[in-house]
């Protein structure tokens, strides 16, 4: 697989990796056998990054790549901090950093964390002096090896990136989300942030294996925050509207490549991003997982894929999403 660099960092990652909020909750049910296999999976394949948080299950997905990393150094695993108290900028300090780091540390058994991100905090905290004096302390004291930043907003992305010792930003990118593309992926590659694209798949929408009779359990987010009830409406399909996303996939479908997936194109189409260092789709068993590694081996698109993509989104997508995040 592709190797690309997170430069702040001084290593370099597989360009597919896996994003672990599937292993930890809110997608249904997944076993932890079923866990150990998705993960083994993904490094069979050729992964070497894990992307989690400590609120995924509230501790279960990093206690369980915890496990799996024990015997298998060179992987690379991010977590994210901040969603376990309500989301109000004051609860965003040292002493709580320290805490939610020392939790993490425990729960993927490692003295350092290769690198924590704020996990979608409120706006103001992008601006705050003292949030990233306290991760410098962080890295000072040797709980974490490095910081980043997860981000709803394109603004918080660019606010964030001026950051001198942010060494990466994940934000939703997509073939439903191209505002990054303006301004936020030249930014980074400019100043040397990594870029982590998150939701690649649109919550499943752009796998392509939804119609309108498709129903999900009570506990998948893509039931029971399809309006925003639970967290950031962004989230969950990107905050597209099923049915019209269903229809973008229709106009979409006839560029996949023969012999790839529709999941397969779109992930694809993130890897031709060359600002981008690494695209986490979920997975919640082996299959999936092989799959998604897989879409690194196809062929860069062709230009009228992309110029398909742009008319599609700007037809459909654009007055739904563009200037909400």
């Not at 190797?3 to 960092?9: A, D, E, Q």
């Not at 400019?190 to 294996?209: C, H, K, Q, Y």
């Amino acid at each position: 697989m592709e190797n690309r660099s997170f430069r702040k960092l001084g290593r370099s990652v597989g360009v597919v990796g896996l994003g672990a909020w599937q292993l930890g909750a809110d997608w249904g049910d997944v076993s932890e056998a079923d866990a150990h296999a998705t993960l083994q999976a993904a490094v069979d394949a050729g992964v070497t990054f894990i992307d989690t948080a400590d609120v995924y299950g509230d501790g279960r997905s990093e206690q369980i790549i915890g496990s799996f990393i024990k015997d298998r150094p060179g992987l690379t695993v991010f977590t994210k901090m901040g969603r376990r108290l309500p989301q109000e900028p004051a609860n965003y300090h040292l002493d709580n950093f320290r805490a939610w780091t020392d939790r993490s540390r425990a729960n993927l058994g490692v003295d350092t964390l290769d690198l924590v991100q704020l996990h979608c905090p409120p706006t103001p905290v992008f601006s705050s002096d003292e949030v990233f004096d306290a991760l410098d302390t962080l890295v000072a004291e040797k709980r974490i090896a490095a910081y980043g930043v997860s981000v709803e907003r394109v603004d918080e992305a660019l606010t964030a990136i001026a950051r001198p010792g942010v060494a990466s930003v994940q934000i939703i990118l997509n073939a439903f989300r191209l505002k990054p593309l303006e301004r936020v992926l030249p930014a980074a590659a400019e100043a040397g942030v990594g870029i982590i694209a998150r939701v690649p798949l649109a919550s499943g929408l752009l796998s392509g294996r939804y119609d309108e009779d498709t129903t999900f359990a009570a506990d998948d987010h893509r039931n029971y925050n399809r309006h925003g009830e639970a967290f950031d409406v962004g989230e969950t399909f990107s905050g597209v509207d099923f049915r019209v996303g269903l229809e973008a996939v229709r106009r979409l479908r006839p560029l996949v490549p023969a012999g790839a997936t529709m999941a397969q194109f779109a992930l694809r189409w993130i890897i031709d991003q060359p600002a981008v260092t690494v695209v986490i789709p979920g997975a919640r068993n082996a299959e999936q997982a092989r799959a998604n590694v897989a879409a690194a081996d196809l062929a860069p698109l062709p230009p009228e894929s992309q110029e398909m993509i742009t008319a599609v989104y700007d037809e459909l997508i654009r007055p739904q999403v563009h200037d909400k995040w």
